[in-house]
């Protein structure tokens, strides 16, 4: 989760909801309810909201606010998923790091890959964590030495610094537990310092966690106190609780916690069941949650060729992904998404 976002104020969703009925009802007065409408449905979040146009294949978000450009950006993995003659998962490798750009948080268009500079910059880069402190942006990203055909090879996680978000400088790679982590998430822990989750494939693909005083020297802490295993962590605090949403590879898990050591998981999956909205009618992948103005919006990425009549079938049709969002509401307790549900951005 991006610092920028950290400890909001909170406010249930319904209040929002009567907020714009109330500014659409005036504005119905003022300029006619036609024109009001016009206006309130151009708020609305398009479905899918993102399509990567070089290779079709948008994956893993990560989002933050460019302070200098005064815009949004969109960090994601860029997955080979139009390219024909690859072998195995040969599409997922080789892949770079694209950005796209919006000014109001649901109208996104692409911007241009990464550049990464220094020693130890591999050929296939994933899931970057973009982390902003003190006006330096930081990120955490996904190494692959090489482009392979299958997932038998070493994977670390590295981090690199940007003075303007789009040209990052390689600082190190991290030593964790293994040599073979992806999925890096980092936020700020309540008494001082950091806390970076990543995920160790060698132990069951479970959580794990490294602690840091200044964001360059980390030290590897073990595997998280989580009831379940899974991928792509997400960390933010809203609503008096820090959060953790997890892919799961069937929908999303949901854990709190008071203080980032002792986590609680919530009963069933965000996003497993099919959405009804288009490119969103199979389960929502590796999220990441952006907090703004008291909300919360869940990005996360589909794939919409995987449904059960293209089953067996590998090509770009079930290799293409896209990217969608929804809104989380809180009910007291847990966390509630209904991904057929207009989302309002205007941020």
Not at 280 to 297: E, L
Request: glycine share 8%; with cysteine.
């Amino acid at each position: 989760m991006k610092e920028l976002n950290a400890h909001p104020a909170g406010y249930e969703r319904k209040y929002v909801v009567r907020l714009i009925v109330a500014v659409v009802s005036c504005l119905c007065v003022l300029f006619g309810c036609d024109s009001a409408n016009k206006d309130a449905s151009t708020a609305v979040a398009p479905q899918p909201l993102y399509q990567d146009p070089v290779y079709d294949g948008a994956a893993d978000p990560s989002i933050v606010w460019d302070k200098q450009g005064r815009r949004w950006l969109m960090f994601y993995t860029n997955r080979r998923a139009n390219v024909a003659g690859l072998q195995g998962v040969e599409w997922v490798h080789g892949t770079p790091i694209s950005i796209a750009t919006s000014k109001n948080g649901r109208e996104w268009d692409y911007l241009q890959d990464a550049q990464f500079n220094g020693s130890g910059v591999t050929e296939t880069l994933w899931a970057p964590d973009v982390f902003v402190h003190n006006d330096q942006y930081h990120m955490y990203l996904t190494m692959v030495p090489g482009i392979f055909d299958n997932w038998s090879h070493p994977r670390t996680i590295a981090h690199f610094t940007s003075a303007d978000l789009l040209s990052w400088t390689y600082q190190s790679t991290l030593k964790l537990n293994t040599e073979k982590v992806i999925d890096a998430d980092v936020i700020a822990k309540p008494n001082g310092g950091f806390r970076l989750f990543y995920n160790d494939e060698p132990d069951g693909k479970s959580i794990y966690f490294a602690d840091s005083e200044d964001l360059y020297d980390w030290q590897d802490k073990g595997k998280a106190a989580l009831s379940s295993r899974g991928e792509g962590p997400v960390v933010f605090y809203w609503q008096g609780w820090y959060w953790m949403v997890v892919d799961a590879w069937r929908g999303l898990s949901v854990y709190r916690s008071a203080d980032l050591d002792s986590w609680q998981q919530q009963s069933g999956y965000l996003l497993s069941k099919p959405g009804k909205g288009e490119q969103d009618g199979v389960i929502g992948q590796h999220p990441d949650v952006v907090v703004q103005d008291g909300r919360a919006f869940l990005f996360y990425f589909t794939h919409p060729g995987n449904i059960p009549a293209n089953e067996g079938t590998d090509d770009a049709s079930t290799r293409r992904s896209v990217i969608q969002v929804t809104e989380l509401e809180f009910d007291g307790q847990w966390l509630q998404t209904d991904r057929d549900q207009p989302v309002t951005i205007d941020w």
